[in-house]
Structure formats: C-alpha cells, structure tokens
Nanobody
Framework: QVQLVESGGGLVQAGGSLRLSCAAS????????MGWFRQAPGKEREFVAA????????YRADSVKGRFTISRDSAKNTVYLQMNSLKPEDTAVYYC????????????????????WGQGTQVTVSS
C-alpha cells in the first residue's frame, strides 16, 4: 500500500522560507517520479516541481525557478521541497504525488500522470 505523508506547511511572511517533506512508503522507488503540485482556492491544481528517484534529475515550473528546490533522501524515502523567497501568490495547498510507473515520455508536469497523492499541506504567505 502506497502512502505519501506531507508535512512542513504553515504561515510565513513574504520573503521567508519553508521546507516541505513527503515521506513515502510502498513504492518501487527506483522507478518512480515524485512530484509537488499546489492548488489555490478556485484554481486548478498546478505543477510545482518533480524529481526522478533513480537519478535525482529535477524539474521545476517556471514560476518557482530560482526560488524552490526539490530533492530526495533515498535513505529516508523522503522528498523535500525547499521554498525560498516566498510570495503571497505561492499560497496554496501543496500536494506530494508519485508516478509509480512512468513511461519514457511521461510529462512530469501533468496531474494525470500521477497515481498516488498525499493529503496536502497548507502554505500561507502573508504580505
């Protein structure tokens, strides 16, 4: 049984930092792509970042490049999202997701590619 458990959300002032964690279990990690998505009220869920577990190659949305970093700790089966220089528009519920069987041409930024999701963690950035 696959489980993804996010933590680390909270309230922070603009310009501040947060680190989100996603503890994963039940996956064949070497095959997986792990992603972070976010959803603000009244908006669609959008891609933030992803990482290939096998080689650590990261992907990020243009809106977070230079501010957010995704990484993974294989020993802890945990994926992190380090968020710096936070802006009020980063306010959203952040979800961890896993694509347990990615294809060669998997679109890492597509919600439909991911078959497991965490419960989400709220990030609120005040101005």
């Amino acid at each position: 049984q696959v489980q993804l458990v996010e933590s680390g959300g909270g309230l922070v002032q603009a310009g501040g930092s947060l680190r989100l964690s996603c503890a994963a279990s039940g996956l064949t990690f070497i095959k997986s792509i792990m992603g972070w998505f976010r959803q603000a009220p009244g908006k669609e869920r959008e891609f933030v970042a992803a990482i290939r577990w096998s080689n650590g190659i990261p992907y990020r949305a243009d809106s977070v490049k230079g501010r957010f970093t995704i990484s993974r700790d294989s020993a802890k089966n945990t994926v992190y999202l380090q968020m710096n220089s936070l802006k009020p528009e980063d306010t959203a519920v952040y979800y961890c997701a896993a694509d347990s069987d990615p294809k060669i041409y998997t679109r890492v930024d597509a919600v439909s590619e991911y078959d497991y999701w965490g419960q989400g963690t709220q990030v609120t950035v005040s101005s």
